[in-house]
């Protein structure tokens, strides 16, 4: 478990063996400072997000609102957790003034049990409001049963429990990112074909996954002349998604199309390249290093896109606004603006992740 929080002067003086004056001369570009010294300051700025305190009420009022954040870190999808990271540090950044920190503790996705755990850890040391992205539903749904026991505020962030509940929702219309998805790729291959649709092994499990294929599926009958061959379920690797995708490539020559809901994008896209398929269209989701070059040469056509940081933001700032100012939100779900990020726009994204 880790906390994070605003640094003063003085502790980012301790830590990095600059005087507080000196660091003082460079805020206020005063005085005479090396450049070697003034660099070396700014990047211990940057780096432990000191934000000039104009507004010490809380602080010296010392009042603390502590939010916990539990979530999950996973192989197939490692680009989640430094984005939420990312959203929380930007949160902790704008509102620490008045108080604000974050208690974080991420679990191994294969191991939601310990998602309890650390809930209940944090519950131990006082904490009464959560951030939650969770990798098991039933688990979450007994957790959440004794979060409200206690009265905690809890946003979920990323996945949703597939009903109507009374805790917040921060995160993706998974429907209507599957009608997007549909849309997209139906126009990229006119409308014709056939449709390979892979997805990962926790579709059985996860309704966010249900959701969005139901959407895709049903914005498809749109067009007729393109059909859907039958689901590819259960490919828990990326040497499986690879070689399924291959197979299919070779004895499907009418294939047009590929919706990828495996989360392993990167495989996908190396099996339309071994296969020497580039007439084939490829659409999937999410934004990450590993697939950036195969996206700016359009082996990857298009993914539907959301700002990760900025949901894992949004939760924090809910919980605090609540915390600090009583302002309570009217919606329970806020979603995502859903973006299609292609070869030509890829440029606009890349210093978001």
Do not use: W
Request: some cysteine.
């Amino acid at each position: 478990m880790e906390t994070i929080t605003r640094m003063t002067l003085e502790e980012i003086s301790a830590k990095i063996g600059i005087s507080r004056t000196t660091i003082y001369k460079v805020l206020k570009n005063k005085g005479n400072v090396s450049e070697k010294t003034r660099n070396a300051v700014m990047e211990a700025l940057e780096r432990y997000h000191y934000v000039e305190n104009k507004n010490a009420r809380n602080l010296a009022m010392n009042r603390e609102y502590t939010i916990g954040y539990v979530g999950f870190r996973s192989g197939s999808a490692n680009y989640f957790s430094p984005k939420v990271r990312r959203g929380i540090e930007r949160a902790v950044k704008e509102f620490g003034d008045d108080g604000l920190k974050v208690m974080i503790s991420e679990f191994d996705v294969e191991n939601p049990e310990q998602q309890r755990e650390e809930v209940e850890k944090m519950l131990e040391l006082g904490v009464q409001s959560f951030v939650l992205a969770f990798a098991d539903q039933q688990l979450t749904e007994r957790l959440l049963k004794t979060l409200h026991e206690r009265e905690c505020k809890v946003v979920l962030l990323s996945r949703d429990l597939g009903r109507e509940h009374e805790d917040y929702y921060v995160g993706v219309d998974y429907y209507k990112s599957g009608l997007l998805a549909a849309e997209l790729l139906g126009k990229l291959v006119s409308g014709r074909g056939k449709i390979l649709i892979p997805v990962t092994a926790e579709y059985r499990d996860n309704q966010d996954i249900q959701t969005r294929l139901k959407g895709f599926l049903e914005k498809l009958k749109e067009y007729p002349d393109c059909e859907a061959l039958p689901v590819i379920y259960n490919l828990a690797e990326g040497k499986q998604v690879y070689q399924e995708v291959c197979n299919c490539l070779k004895k499907e020559p009418a294939l047009t199309g590929i919706f990828d809901l495996t989360y392993r994008l990167d495989m996908t896209a190396k099996a339309l390249l071994d296969t020497k398929r580039s007439d084939v269209k490829l659409v999937g989701f999410d934004l990450f290093r590993e697939i950036e070059e195969e996206i700016r040469n359009s082996v990857i056509d298009g993914v539907v896109y959301q700002d990760l940081s900025k949901q894992a933001y949004l939760a924090v700032r809910i919980l605090f606004e609540e915390m600090c100012y009583g302002i309570v939100q009217e919606k329970k779900k806020i979603y995502s603006k859903l973006e299609i990020v292609m070869s030509e726009n890829l440029c606009y994204f890349r210093e978001e992740q």
